[in-house]
Nanobody, 126 residues
Framework: QVQLVESGGGLVQAGGSLRLSCAASERTFSTFSSNSMGWFRQAPGKEQEFVAVISRSGGSTLYAASVKGRFIISRDNAKNTVYLQMDSLKPEDTAVYYC????????????????WGQGTRVTVSS
């Protein structure tokens, strides 16, 4: 069983930055580096949407058009952790952010992800 724990959410003014972290439990050490890691978000009243994904090695990434150029996804396989650096935040980035694990190559749809964290809330004030 994979356990993922997100952290780093909070309240920030528009134009500000936050860095989200997602740590996988020790029991997943043997599998963390073998999987793509993704970030999704769900805004109030809206469906969950893809944000970013990073490959097993960290050498490849994909971003949603709405965050490209502002967000950066990275990972540290030695720490079983994936990050999402969010800069130039906008009120429309307000959402609960979830990390997830996938055995697929750079998946962007939620059905390709097997395990999910509990989410961390990000609120961007105008």
């Amino acid at each position: 069983q994979v356990q993922l724990v997100e952290s780093g959410g909070g309240l920030v003014q528009a134009g500000g930055s936050l860095r989200l972290s997602c740590a996988a439990s020790e029991r997943t050490f043997s599998t963390f580096s073998s999987n793509s890691m993704g970030w999704f978000r769900q805004a109030p009243g809206k469906e969950q949407e893809f944000v970013a994904v990073i490959s097993r090695s960290g050498g490849s990434t994909l971003y949603a058009a709405s965050v490209k150029g502002r967000f950066i996804i990275s990972r540290d396989n030695a720490k079983n952790t994936v990050y999402l650096q969010m800069d130039s935040l906008k009120p429309e980035d307000t959402a609960v952010y979830y990390c997830a694990v996938s055995s697929k190559v750079l998946p962007i749809t939620r059905d390709k992800y097997a395990y999910w964290g509990q989410g961390t809330r990000v609120t961007v004030s105008s």
